[in-house]
């Protein structure tokens, strides 16, 4: 590199002025840090400028530079490498408090679909325990009713006694001959096998004469096993058994679970 | 203390390195506003505000991207610029395109007794017009290269060469 050309080319007169472009501006300092010459040349060329606008100025007074000051304390104190970072800081401050907003606005809205759902169900568990009580309600109603009409003074009790095949078992009859019906209280018979059902026998002794009075149909649903049925027979027994679904014509003795004589 | 450490001390915050700054420069930078502005009490006004800002912009000033100096002639010139600009806008009467130097040293002409005519005419004896002319648009008024070049309707090469001869006709006068 031929410093004298370059230094006469007079690039560094237009450095000074400010004149350059920015890749120019980098190649004088480049070659300013190389070579002391230039940048002493940069330095005599700066004295020169200095020395003319020296010779323009209109000289300032004394108290110019503390009124500078004046202004300079009046204006909120800072450093300016403080300065430096609250720019940077008030430039992100507007997309940070977007962004705040934005994750606000969807921590919002989960939050609320979350409360939504959860007033759901707790709405549906309010309707659930409603249902509920109008269903123990209905259940404590039927009880005492059944209870009541038990005990009324036409009704009369038969005891089934457990038979060969189950002499455990037991069932007891509460006949209301004046409706005519029968309320089979079923407490002591096991649950029936998949496909059977208990069928509840009418009969006449003398001679044997069976007939079927129904079903005790959805047994094991029916917790209190209390299972009403219709009895417009004079009847002398009462008998249980165990037949195929649906029911039989004439009852399965074999599979007679528990029998009981009326009282005389 | 070395201009490069004194700038880094002011622009850390320092009142004090601030002071040494304004001391160096404090005329200079008056002078270039004066030479535009030519309006001896509006120029110190503009002076001070112009050396506030530089104290408000500390951080932005980059060395990497020129001299210190260089950078508050910038800042005083587009001070001085459009203040300028604001006056003509009111006083449409008044004529921008008049260069400041030529201006200047006429003006200087005519009050020769001043003893700062008579340094300024000697620190820019065998000065030709074209020359003050190129040191008023590239210093005074901040023209690029390119602009210069335009204005003056001549190629860039010349231009470069040009300042380099006027300058140096005013470091010969410097010398005596």
């Known amino acids: 590199m031929d410093i004298e050309k370059y230094i006469a080319s007079g690039i560094l007169e237009l450095y000074v002025a400010g004149a350059l472009s920015p890749e120019e501006n980098l190649e004088v300092q480049h070659y300013a840090i190389e070579y002391p010459k230039i940048q002493q040349e940069i330095e005599a060329i700066e004295a020169a400028l200095l020395e003319v606008t020296e010779k323009m100025s209109p000289g300032l007074s004394e108290s110019t530079y503390n009124q500078i000051i004046a202004e300079i304390d009046d204006v909120i104190p800072f450093t300016p490498e403080v300065r430096k970072k609250k720019t940077l800081w008030t430039n992100y401050a507007g997309w940070a408090a977007a962004l705040l907003f934005a994750i606000g606005m969807v921590w919002m809205y989960v939050g609320n679909q979350n409360l939504k759902t959860e007033l759901q169900i707790s709405s549906q568990q309010a309707e659930n325990l409603k249902d509920e009580i109008i269903r123990v309600r209905t259940q404590i109603t039927n009880t005492e009713e059944t209870l009541k009409r038990l005990r009324e003074k036409s009704i009369s009790l038969v005891n089934l006694d457990g038979q060969d095949i189950a002499p455990e078992s037991y069932a007891k009859v509460f006949w209301d001959q004046s409706r005519q019906m029968v309320v089979i209280d079923a407490l002591g018979l096991p649950n029936p096998p998949v496909g059977y059902a208990y069928q509840v026998w009418s009969l006449m002794l003398n001679p044997l004469t069976p007939t079927s009075l129904g079903l005790l149909s959805d047994f094991e649903e029916n917790e209190k096993r209390l299972f009403e049925l219709e009895n417009p027979n004079a009847s002398e027994a009462f008998g249980i058994t165990l037949e195929p679904a649906g029911g039989s014509k004439s009852p399965t003795l074999e599979q007679l679970y528990t029998l009981g004589q009326v009282s005389p | ?176």
């Open chain 2, 1 to 176: 203390m070395d201009l490069d450490a004194l700038v880094r001390q002011f622009q850390k915050g320092d009142k004090t390195a601030f002071k040494d700054l304004y001391d160096r420069y404090a005329e200079n930078i008056c002078g270039v506003i004066h030479t535009i502005i030519k309006n001896r009490e509006r120029s110190e006004e503009l002076c001070q505000d112009v050396f506030v800002k530089i104290w408000e912009n500390s951080a932005s000033y980059d060395p990497s991207k020129g001299r210190f100096f260089t950078w508050i002639l910038n800042i005083a010139r587009n001070a001085a610029i459009d203040e300028l600009r604001s006056k003509t806008h009111k006083n449409q009467k008044k004529n921008l395109q008049i260069h400041s130097l030529v201006d200047m040293i006429g003006e200087m002409d005519a009050i020769e007794d001043k003893p700062e005519a008579i340094g300024v005419k000697s620190l820019l004896k065998g000065l030709k017009e074209k020359c003050l002319l190129l040191i008023d648009l590239l210093y005074f008024r901040g023209y690029t290269q390119k602009e210069a070049a335009e204005e003056l309707k001549a190629p860039v090469g010349t231009i470069k060469t040009r300042i380099r001869s006027c300058i140096l006709q005013i470091r010969k006068n410097m010398k005596g």
